[in-house]
C-alpha cells in the first residue's frame, strides 16, 4: 500500500528526481497529469455537457492546459479561462501553446447549466491567500452549483496544512498524483476534496526514498506485523497486564471505560486502582477486571512491587491535584522496560503549570509514554504549539512528541500520532459517531491494552486509534462509549482472523 504522505516540497524533489532520473521530462509527466485526470472527468462525470476550465499562472495551470486539448480532442466542449500566460519557457508555457482553446478573462466567465468546472488555478505552489478575481471567480463557481474537479489540490487548499488559505474550492473530484499530501488528509482539506484520486503520472517507485519518509496514512498495514499474537501457551498474565487507575466515588466510570477498552484489546488482566470511597461503586460494575485499593503511592507502588502491570491508564476522571501527579511520577518511576504508559485527560492537564518536569520525568523513564490530549489539553501542555492558520497539525503533534518524549496522539476528526523519532501518521477513518462522553477514555485503555502486550508505544497508538474508529465506525448512529470495547471483537476478528502460534 501507498501509505507515504509527502509535503508538497517533498513532492516537488520527487518531482525533480523523476525528471533527472528521466525518460520522462516535465512536461512528459504534464502530458501524463493531464491525461489521468481527463480520463477520470470522463468516466465519472459522463454526463457533462461541457467544460469549463480555469488555467492558473503554473504548472498546476499547465496541467489544465493538457486537460483542455485532450477533451476537445473527444469532441466535447471546452471554455478556457486564464488571467495570466505562463512563464516563457516553462512546462505550462508549452501546454498552452499546444491547447487548441484561446483562453479567455476570467471576467468573461459565465456558469453553463450540466457543465464541470475544471480547477486548474493552483496546486502545489499556492504561496498566499487566493483573494480579488480567482477569489471572485471562486465564488461564482460556489454558488452556480455545477461540479468541480480540482487538479492536484482543491485551489486555495494547502497541500501543507489542509487549511483554506483565503478562497477556496469545493470539490467534487480531487485528482492528485504518485501520493497524498497533508492538505488531502487533514481537516478541512480532506472534505474539500470530494473524492480523492492518487494517480500514477510515471513517477518511477524508486524516486522515493522510503527511509527518508516519516509520515504516513494510518492504516493496518502499517502497524499489523507489531500486533500482539496470543501464544498457544499463552495465560493471563503473560498477555499483558493493565492497571487502570480510578478516580473518586463519583468519578468511577471513565477508568471502567478504559479497563473495558484494555481488556477487548486483548490484555489477560486488567485491575482498577481505586481510592478507598471508590471500592464499592467499582465493586458493583466490575466482573472480569480486578480491584484493588490505592489511595497513597505507597498503596500503587505496593501493587507494582507485587504484580508488575505491564501497562497503565492513568487519567480519565483521575482528578487533576496532587494524587494524580505523585502517581504519575511513581508510575514514570517504577514501570519496567516494558510497562507502557498511557496519560489522558487529567493526568495531562494536572501538569499544565509545568510541563517540563512532566518531560524531564519521560525522558527519564524506562517506560515507553503515551499522551492521548485533545486540542484544549493539548494548548496547556504545548504552549506556543497552540493551533494556527499556516502551520500544519503534522508538525505541531511532531514537535510535542520530540519535546515530549512520549508519543503523542493528538484527537480529532483527523487525529495526529506522532512519536520521539519524527515519525508521523494521520488517522482517516474516524466517524463523527466518535464524539460522545467517554469515548477518549476507551481510547486510551485500548492503546495500553495493546502496550501491555509489548507494542511499541507509536504502533500501538496507531492501533489503537484506527481500531477504535473502526469499531465507532461499524457501530454507526446511536453508539455511547460503552458500545466501543464491546464492538472491539467484531472488528478484530474480521480485519485480524487469529493466527496461533
Ligand atoms: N514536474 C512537476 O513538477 C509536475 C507538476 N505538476 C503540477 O504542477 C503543480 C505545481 O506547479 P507550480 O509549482 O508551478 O505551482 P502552482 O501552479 O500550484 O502555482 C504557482 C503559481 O501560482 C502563483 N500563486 C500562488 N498562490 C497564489 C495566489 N494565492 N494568488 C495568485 N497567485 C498565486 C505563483 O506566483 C505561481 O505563479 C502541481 O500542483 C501539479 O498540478 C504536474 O504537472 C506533474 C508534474
Ligand atoms: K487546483
Given at each position: 500500500m501507498r501509505l507515504e504522505i509527502l509535503t508538497p516540497e517533498e513532492m516537488g524533489s520527487v518531482d525533480r528526481k523523476a525528471v533527472d532520473a528521466g525518460p520522462l521530462d516535465g512536461y512528459g509527466l504534464m502530458q501524463n497529469a493531464g491525461a489521468v485526470v481527463a480520463a477520470a472527468i470522463l468516466e465519472r462525470f459522463a454526463e457533462a455537457e461541457g467544460f469549463l476550465v480555469l488555467c492558473g499562472p503554473g504548472n498546476n495551470g499547465g496541467d489544465g492546459y493538457v486537460v483542455a486539448r485532450l477533451l476537445v480532442e473527444r469532441g466535447v466542449q471546452v471554455r478556457l479561462f486564464a488571467e495570466t500566460e505562463p512563464a516563457a519557457g516553462s512546462d505550462a508555457?508549452?501546454?498552452?501553446?499546444?491547447?487548441p482553446v484561446e483562453p479567455k478573462s476570467y471576467s468573461e466567465f459565465e456558469?453553463?447549466?450540466?457543465?464541470?468546472?475544471?480547477?486548474a488555478l493552483f496546486g502545489a505552489g499556492l504561496s498566499k491567500p487566493v483573494e480579488g478575481r480567482e477569489a471572485a471567480i471562486i465564488e461564482r463557481v460556489r454558488t452556480s452549483g455545477l461540479p468541480v474537479v480540482s487538479i492536484d489540490l482543491p485551489s486555495g487548499v494547502s497541500g501543507l496544512t489542509g487549511k483554506p488559505l483565503g478562497a477556496a474550492f469545493q470539490a467534487d473530484l480531487t485528482v492528485t498524483f504518485f501520493r497524498k499530501k497533508p492538505g488531502h488528509v487533514l481537516?478541512?482539506?480532506r472534505q474539500m476534496c470530494g473524492e480523492l484520486l492518487v494517480a500514477d503520472i510515471g513517477i518511477a517507485e524508486t524516486t522515493l526514498n522510503r527511509a527518508e519518509c516519516k509520515t504516513w496514512e494510518n492504516h493496518p498495514a502499517l502497524w499489523r506485523a507489531a500486533l500482539p499474537e496470543i501464544g498457544i501457551s499463552a495465560h493471563k498474565y503473560s498477555r499483558g497486564h493493565v492497571a487502570v487507575i480510578s478516580g473518586g466515588a463519583t468519578s468511577t466510570g471513565a477508568a471502567r471505560l478504559a479497563a473495558r477498552g484494555a481488556a477487548r484489546a486483548g490484555a489477560g488482566a486488567v485491575t482498577v486502582l481505586s481510592p478507598a470511597n471508590a471500592l464499592s461503586v467499582n465493586a458493583m460494575h466490575l466482573t472480569s477486571i480486578m480491584l484493588r485499593r490505592a489511595d497513597t503511592v505507597e498503596e500503587l507502588e505496593a501493587f507494582l512491587s507485587d504484580r508488575g502491570p505491564s501497562g497503565a491508564v492513568l487519567g480519565p476522571g483521575a482528578g487533576t491535584g496532587e494524587r494524580t501527579r505523585s502517581f504519575a511520577r511513581s508510575l514514570l518511576d517504577r514501570a519496567g522496560a516494558a510497562g507502557g504508559l498511557v496519560f489522558d485527560a487529567d493526568a495531562i492537564t494536572a501538569f499544565r503549570g509545568d510541563p517540563e518536569t512532566l518531560f524531564a520525568m519521560i525522558k527519564a523513564s524506562a517506560?515507553?509514554?503515551?499522551?492521548?490530549?485533545?486540542?484544549?489539553?493539548?494548548?496547556?501542555?504545548?504552549?506556543?504549539l497552540e493551533d494556527a492558520p499556516e502551520v500544519s497539525k503534522v508538525e505541531r503533534t511532531r514537535e510535542a512528541a520530540m519535546r515530549s518524549g512520549a508519543a503523542i496522539v493528538l484527537k480529532g476528526p483527523d487525529t495526529v500520532v506522532a512519536a520521539p523519532d519524527g515519525r508521523a501518521a494521520i488517522n482517516v477513518n474516524a466517524t463523527q459517531h466518535l464524539a460522545t462522553a467517554g469515548s477518549g477514555d476507551v481510547l486510551s485503555g485500548i492503546i495500553a491494552g495493546l502496550m501491555a502486550q509489548t507494542m511499541p508505544a507509536f504502533e500501538a497508538a496507531c492501533a489503537g486509534i484506527w481500531l477504535h474508529a473502526e469499531a465507532g465506525r461499524v457501530f454507526g448512529r446511536g453508539l455511547i462509549a460503552e458500545d466501543l470495547p464491546e464492538m472491539l471483537p467484531q472488528v478484530l476478528q474480521s480485519q485480524f482472523p487469529e493466527h496461533v502460534r
Amino acid at each position: 500500500m501507498r501509505l507515504e504522505i509527502l509535503t508538497p516540497e517533498e513532492m516537488g524533489s520527487v518531482d525533480r528526481k523523476a525528471v533527472d532520473a528521466g525518460p520522462l521530462d516535465g512536461y512528459g509527466l504534464m502530458q501524463n497529469a493531464g491525461a489521468v485526470v481527463a480520463a477520470a472527468i470522463l468516466e465519472r462525470f459522463a454526463e457533462a455537457e461541457g467544460f469549463l476550465v480555469l488555467c492558473g499562472p503554473g504548472n498546476n495551470g499547465g496541467d489544465g492546459y493538457v486537460v483542455a486539448r485532450l477533451l476537445v480532442e473527444r469532441g466535447v466542449q471546452v471554455r478556457l479561462f486564464a488571467e495570466t500566460e505562463p512563464a516563457a519557457g516553462s512546462d505550462a508555457a508549452r501546454a498552452r501553446r499546444a491547447c487548441p482553446v484561446e483562453p479567455k478573462s476570467y471576467s468573461e466567465f459565465e456558469p453553463v447549466e450540466r457543465w464541470l468546472v475544471v480547477d486548474a488555478l493552483f496546486g502545489a505552489g499556492l504561496s498566499k491567500p487566493v483573494e480579488g478575481r480567482e477569489a471572485a471567480i471562486i465564488e461564482r463557481v460556489r454558488t452556480s452549483g455545477l461540479p468541480v474537479v480540482s487538479i492536484d489540490l482543491p485551489s486555495g487548499v494547502s497541500g501543507l496544512t489542509g487549511k483554506p488559505l483565503g478562497a477556496a474550492f469545493q470539490a467534487d473530484l480531487t485528482v492528485t498524483f504518485f501520493r497524498k499530501k497533508p492538505g488531502h488528509v487533514l481537516v478541512p482539506g480532506r472534505q474539500m476534496c470530494g473524492e480523492l484520486l492518487v494517480a500514477d503520472i510515471g513517477i518511477a517507485e524508486t524516486t522515493l526514498n522510503r527511509a527518508e519518509c516519516k509520515t504516513w496514512e494510518n492504516h493496518p498495514a502499517l502497524w499489523r506485523a507489531a500486533l500482539p499474537e496470543i501464544g498457544i501457551s499463552a495465560h493471563k498474565y503473560s498477555r499483558g497486564h493493565v492497571a487502570v487507575i480510578s478516580g473518586g466515588a463519583t468519578s468511577t466510570g471513565a477508568a471502567r471505560l478504559a479497563a473495558r477498552g484494555a481488556a477487548r484489546a486483548g490484555a489477560g488482566a486488567v485491575t482498577v486502582l481505586s481510592p478507598a470511597n471508590a471500592l464499592s461503586v467499582n465493586a458493583m460494575h466490575l466482573t472480569s477486571i480486578m480491584l484493588r485499593r490505592a489511595d497513597t503511592v505507597e498503596e500503587l507502588e505496593a501493587f507494582l512491587s507485587d504484580r508488575g502491570p505491564s501497562g497503565a491508564v492513568l487519567g480519565p476522571g483521575a482528578g487533576t491535584g496532587e494524587r494524580t501527579r505523585s502517581f504519575a511520577r511513581s508510575l514514570l518511576d517504577r514501570a519496567g522496560a516494558a510497562g507502557g504508559l498511557v496519560f489522558d485527560a487529567d493526568a495531562i492537564t494536572a501538569f499544565r503549570g509545568d510541563p517540563e518536569t512532566l518531560f524531564a520525568m519521560i525522558k527519564a523513564s524506562a517506560a515507553q509514554v503515551v499522551l492521548t490530549p485533545h486540542e484544549g489539553e493539548f494548548g496547556r501542555l504545548f504552549p506556543g504549539l497552540e493551533d494556527a492558520p499556516e502551520v500544519s497539525k503534522v508538525e505541531r503533534t511532531r514537535e510535542a512528541a520530540m519535546r515530549s518524549g512520549a508519543a503523542i496522539v493528538l484527537k480529532g476528526p483527523d487525529t495526529v500520532v506522532a512519536a520521539p523519532d519524527g515519525r508521523a501518521a494521520i488517522n482517516v477513518n474516524a466517524t463523527q459517531h466518535l464524539a460522545t462522553a467517554g469515548s477518549g477514555d476507551v481510547l486510551s485503555g485500548i492503546i495500553a491494552g495493546l502496550m501491555a502486550q509489548t507494542m511499541p508505544a507509536f504502533e500501538a497508538a496507531c492501533a489503537g486509534i484506527w481500531l477504535h474508529a473502526e469499531a465507532g465506525r461499524v457501530f454507526g448512529r446511536g453508539l455511547i462509549a460503552e458500545d466501543l470495547p464491546e464492538m472491539l471483537p467484531q472488528v478484530l476478528q474480521s480485519q485480524f482472523p487469529e493466527h496461533v502460534r
